[in-house]
């Protein structure tokens, strides 16, 4: 059976108080090159102006839809009612405070339609907000040598998977049985590429298709609860994961290298991904 080179993509946005950015973040998917998506926002009980934020957007295009639930406090469980209520053939992920680059959906379903039997693909990501070349929080993701291609690949590098990069096939992501509610589980997102991983291939796409926004409230949480995290996904699963490294906070010239192997990845892949839109 041929593929739909077309298909109805289902982005889904869990919010929670996010009017501060939630209405840039909408743009950036409106603004999208690929057009037959629907847009689905689940509102994790926000106490804000969320809701008359996308309600305004909502009221101007029939493709965004908006859903409010008791709040859960956890990402997976909005982002678990968002999937019940999609009707795509593939699910893309968004952050409320991320942005896409308009060629993301395009080029992820061009991706797909040269490799159908892949599970789901995922891309790059730069941060932006309060992040500089000097900063502990300044990153590309995944280094290009860091990437993971296949799941062994997951099982020792680490997660180098930003959701809000990730295209998934629906049927696959329900045969994986959507993402982990558990309270204790935060990477919640790494437990699901790790089981995505075991029903098939997933790709890799080289180019920047997501602009990941640092801000305050997001400086204040422990690199050392990242190693904890790691270590409750590897008891409840029981599989070996590799140490975290705290490359950011072992001194300012250390910092400095690492932050500008990142930003030289970063020119790299934008000359590439120029040349590549412009010339072939």
Known sequence: MKEDTNPLVSVIIPAYNSEKYIGETIVSVLNQTYKNFELIVVDDGSTDNTLDIVKQYEKKD???????????????????????????????????????????LSEQIAYFNKNPDFVFVYSMSVTFG????????????????RAAKSRDDLLKKGNSILPSTVLVKSAKF???????EDPNLI???????LRLSELGNFGFIPRFHCKYRVHKNQLSRGWEKKKERLMYLQE???????????????????LLARNIVH???YLGITFYTFIRRNIF
């Open 62 to 104: 029939p493709r965004i839809k908006y859903f409010k639930i008791t709040h859960s406090g956890r990402p997976s469980v909005p982002l678990n009612n968002g999937i019940d209520f999609a009707r795509g053939q593939f699910i893309a992920f968004l952050d409320n405070d991320d942005l896409w680059y308009k060629e993301k």
């Open 130 to 145: 309060d992040a500089s070349l000097f900063s502990p929080y300044y990153e590309v993701l995944p280094l290009t040598f």
């Open 174 to 180: 329900i045969e994986a049985g959507k993402f982990d």
């Open 187 to 193: 990477t919640h997102d790494y437990d699901m590429w």
């Open 236 to 254: 409840k699963r029981n599989i070996k994961l590799p140490e975290y490294n705290f490359y950011r906070n072992k001194g300012f010239v250390i």
């Open 263 to 265: 930003f030289s990845t």
